[in-house]
Antibody
Framework: QVHLVESGGGVVQPGTPLRLSCAAS????????LHWVRQAPGKGLEWVAV????????YYADTVKGRFTISRDNSKNTLYLQMGSLRAEDTAVYFCVREEEAPPPLVLGYFENWGQGTLVTVSS | QSVLTQPPSVSGAPGQRVTISCTGSTANIGAGHGVHWYQQLPGTAPKVLIY???NRPSGVPDRFSASKSGTSASLAISGLQAEDEADYYC????????????FGSGTKVTVL
């Protein structure tokens, strides 16, 4: 059974860096593309970033590009999100998500497994 | 502002059929990218309901079905049950300037 457990959230001041972690189990970690998706309080889902199975490719939403860095350690089965220059609008629950392949002819996958999320609150 | 537009809310009595629309553009749904649907019960993480336009994961009741046409997609819930009261999101991929995975704005389903 797939388990994704996020940690590292908390209350931080604007501009303070923060690193989230996601410990994974129940699947072959080094084969999976992984994402961060966030949800501001009372709002909808927002995709944040994705990293390829081997860490060589990363893509970001425009709202976080240049401020956040997604990375992974396949030897530790752990995904990370390094968040810099945090703003009040980054306040959200951050979910770690495993992508599963969609059936052909679709090329991009879907979000099959989700962690329980970790809350980041940016406030002075 | 979400790239994929959904109605904020839909409601129905138990046993009724409701549908949720997801309207996109030629940069996402209309570009041939798959549409996936997620259900989020209050206080929980989202769960995949439909993947690859119209496929149900094992364990998802066949009351849930979806379709895609042109630049839009829709999710139907037949035989509405109290446990279906939740938020529903469509998701696809957008090939516009930045190119990214995108979610719909979300729809709250209320069982009357």
């Amino acid at each position: 059974q797939v388990h994704l457990v996020e940690s590292g959230g908390g209350v931080v001041q604007p501009g303070t860096p923060l690193r989230l972690s996601c410990a994974a189990s129940g699947f072959t970690f080094s084969y999976a593309a992984l994402h961060w998706v966030r949800q501001a309080p009372g709002k909808g889902l927002e995709w944040v970033a994705v990293i390829s199975y081997d860490g060589t490719k990363t893509y970001y939403a425009d709202t976080v590009k240049g401020r956040f860095t997604i990375s992974r350690d396949n030897s530790k089965n752990t995904l990370y999100l390094q968040m810099g220059s945090l703003r009040a609008e980054d306040t959200a629950v951050y979910f770690c998500v495993r992508e599963e392949e969609a059936p052909p002819p679709l090329v991009l996958g879907y979000f099959e497994n989700w962690g329980q999320g970790t809350l980041v609150t940016v406030s002075s | 502002q979400s790239v994929l537009t959904q109605p904020p809310s839909v409601s129905g009595a138990p046993g009724q059929r409701v549908t949720i629309s997801c309207t996109g553009s030629t940069a996402n749904i209309g570009a041939g990218h798959g549409v996936h649907w997620y259900q989020q019960l209050p206080g929980t993480a989202p769960k995949v309901l439909i993947y690859g336009n119209n496929n149900r994961p094992s364990g998802v009741p066949d009351r849930f079905s979806a379709s895609k046409s042109g630049t839009s997609a829709s999710l139907a819930i037949s035989g509405l049950q109290a446990e279906d009261e939740a938020d529903y999101y469509c998701q696809s991929y957008d090939t516009s300037v930045s190119g990214s995975y995108v979610f719909g704005s979300g729809t709250k389903v209320t069982v009357l």
